[in-house]
């Protein structure tokens, strides 16, 4: 598999994996990495609090065991060096419930560097940068405050 692919493999699995609902999978992949929220400027950094966010913010619904999202990420362009790589996308996030049809509820664009250490390729960073939101209350908890960032950081999940 060349390097392009490889990159290719970590920007889509990562929302793959949030979207199964297998938090421990994607915060894997983010071990030795930072997440950068924007437009507040929240950092997570590492799997444990990477772990500890998604757990406590997303909703994960029991009859699948999924936040019932889909993330679509699209017109991915990557840029390669010889041990350290970027990309940008834009992502599209949509989720339906039985009382709550099918919408997009996030939009906006991924910001992502990668290192690659020991022939292997991994996250170093990735930024989300949401552009537009809808109705977020079926799939984030408190998702009132992550909007207005009251008082509502990294802190929390480092408890």
């Keep these: 598999m060349s390097d392009y692919q490889v990159i290719q493999q970590l920007v889509y699995g990562y929302a793959e994996r949030i979207d199964a609902g297998d938090f421990e999978s994607a915060a894997a992949l983010m071990s030795k990495a930072k997440i950068v929220f924007l437009p507040s400027a929240e950092v997570l950094e590492g799997s444990h609090q990477v772990l500890a966010a998604n757990r406590l913010r997303v909703k994960i619904y029991p009859h699948t065991g ?3 999202t889909t993330h679509y990420v699209n017109n991915l362009v990557i840029g390669l060096g010889d041990d350290e790589a970027s990309a940008q996308s ?3 996030v949509t989720q339906a419930l039985e009382n709550f049809p099918l919408q997009t509820i ?6 992502d560097r990668f290192v690659k250490e020991r022939e292997v390729w991994r996250f170093s960073e990735r930024t989300i940068a949401p552009d537009y939101f809808g109705d977020l209350s079926f799939h984030l908890n408190d998702f009132e405050k992550i909007q207005n960032n009251n008082n509502y950081t990294s802190s929390t999940v480092n408890k």
């Design 66 to 68: 999924t936040p019932c």
């Design 90 to 92: 834009l992502f599209t």
């Design 106 to 111: 996030m939009s906006g664009r991924y910001y």
